[in-house]
């Protein structure tokens, strides 16, 4: 029971990584808040948390959102000890065949959102409290047609050396989990099943775990993260790739 008696706040949390970062956190004894903009998808989240996991309908991209959803926090839980900036946005940016709109939404959604979000939560954290930010294994890599994917998290990975420091002095920690290639219904997109399965087939032949990642594998992570048990990390980069970006 890592978490016994921390609250948590997850965004994007109806599904993938928030969710099962949800689970993994509730089965070591927080009480978790989940946000998402979808509520049939919020309602479905809430049933697999056992009923018990607070849903907040927001989108990180509309600092009216940030701001009621962590008025609903502070009512649900108090304060929080625990806020996992997962929320997030991917889409293919081709240099010259990318229009402004698939720009903006990479950009609000990873870099707008992650900084709003933190500011907005911040204020119910106490000492001893955990941020981590979701950035991604291609923060630093140059994968053609991930250009502006890439450069929006690597501006979340600056933020959480910056964010670390801003916050060192109120003994809060920010810290990242950087997921490689996952399988997710964001990752999967609109991809027919078997479309996915083939795709997933390919990947996992270049990486060198043998397979593509789990949601199950980012919220082992960040239950490392947002427990006492990384209380010396600061401003640092867990990378959840199964080799693909070091080997």
Same mark, same amino acid.
């Given at each position: ?72 926090? &502070? $009512? !649900? ?6 806020? %996992? =900036?997962?929320?997030? #946005? ?6 010259? +065949? ?54 929006? &998290? $690597? !501006? ?6 910056? %964010? =670390?420091?801003?916050? #060192? ?6 810290? +990242? ?71």
């Amino acid at each position: 029971m890592m978490l016994e008696g921390k609250t948590a706040l997850i965004t994007g949390g109806s599904s993938g990584i928030g969710l099962a970062t949800a689970k993994l956190f509730q089965e070591h004894g927080a009480k978790v808040a989940v946000t998402g903009t979808n509520a049939a998808k919020l309602d479905k989240a809430k049933a697999a948390l056992a009923g018990k996991a607070v849903t907040i309908k927001a989108d990180v991209r509309v600092l009216a959102d940030l701001t009621r959803m962590a008025e609903e926090a &502070k $009512a !649900a839980f108090g304060k929080l000890n625990i806020f %996992f =900036a997962n929320a997030g #946005a991917a889409l293919g940016t081709p240099l010259g +065949a990318t229009d402004e709109a698939a720009y903006t939404k990479l950009m609000d959604v990873n870099v707008k959102g992650v900084f709003f979000s933190v500011q907005a939560v911040v204020p119910l954290m106490p000492e001893g409290s955990s941020i981590i930010l979701n950035t991604s294994w291609l923060d630093q890599r140059g994968v053609p047609g991930r250009g502006i994917l890439s450069a929006s &998290k $690597a !501006a979340v990975r600056s933020f959480t050396r910056t %964010f =670390a420091a801003e916050l #060192a002095d109120r003994k809060i920690r920010v810290n +990242a989990v950087s997921p490689g290639s996952i399988i997710t219904p964001l990752h999967k997109g609109a991809r027919s099943d078997a479309e996915f399965a083939a795709y997933v087939e390919a990947t996992s032949k270049i990486i060198p775990a043998g397979r593509m990642g789990t949601a199950e594998d980012i919220a082992n992570a960040a239950l490392f993260l947002a427990s006492d048990a990384s209380s010396y990390m600061l401003g640092a980069e867990i990378i959840v790739d199964g080799g693909r970006a070091e080997l």
